[in-house]
């Protein structure tokens, strides 16, 4: 199983990010998939989460309306389009597979 995230980077407060997760390894359409992300000194924390056909989706109240998970079967990558952001977004965001498995992360930097 590997999963590889991108897209983060520095970026000014009310700006926007799109990270995405590649999987392999495993049947990715079948299974549900988890943003989580981790702020310096905090515990990490789940952000959003989306079922296996992408019909249903749930959101950390911290960022509701404002990111939206999102998935392609076809590219077996997950999305985390992020709008309007905060410094106190700033964190490495990590992708989740069942109870074992996570990326390594990408990091976000909200600052001006």
């Known amino acids: 199983v590997q999963l590889v995230e991108s897209g983060g980077g520095l970026v000014q407060p009310g700006g926007s990010l799109r990270l995405s997760c590649a999987a392999s390894?495993?049947?990715?359409?079948?299974?549900?998939m988890r943003w989580y992300r981790q702020a310096p000194g905090k515990e990490r924390e789940l952000v959003a989460a989306?079922?296996?056909?992408?019909?249903?989706?749930n959101y950390a109240n911290s960022v509701k309306g404002r990111f939206t998970i999102s998935r392609d079967n076809a590219k077996n990558t997950v999305y985390l389009q992020m709008n309007s952001l905060k410094p106190e977004d700033t964190a490495v965001y990590y992708c989740?597979?069942?109870?074992?498995?996570w990326g390594k992360g990408t990091l976000v930097t909200v600052s001006s």
């Open positions: 989740r597979w069942g109870m074992n498995y």
């Open positions: 390894g495993f049947t990715f359409s079948s299974y549900a």
């Open positions: 989306i079922t296996s056909d992408g019909g249903n989706t």
